[in-house]
């Protein structure tokens, strides 16, 4: 975190979480309200980078064709 002020608020977590939340703290000999911070920072980011765009390159080149489609016993030999 950049600033080294914490405010406090009450938040509904499951219990499943407070209890995996729990174990880290265990764990880690970090504060709840540490891990939680550090969790929720790290899932913000990971968000942020999940909708930049992707960017595509179009690659786009001369085919040529593989049949004379007015061919159609040619066609109907490819389609088997």
């Known amino acids: 975190m950049s600033s080294s002020i914490m405010t406090r608020t009450t938040l509904d977590i499951e219990k499943p979480i407070l209890e995996e939340i729990k174990r880290l703290h265990d764990k880690e000999k970090k504060s709840m309200g ?23 390159e179009w690659n786009a080149r001369a085919m040529g064709a593989k049949v004379n489609l007015e061919d159609k016993e040619a066609l109907y030999q490819l389609l088997d």
Do not use: F, G
Not at 34 to 56: F, G, H, Y
């Open 34 to 56: 540490r891990i939680v911070s550090d969790l929720l920072a790290e899932a913000l980011a990971n968000r942020r980078k999940a909708k930049t765009p992707v960017r595509l």
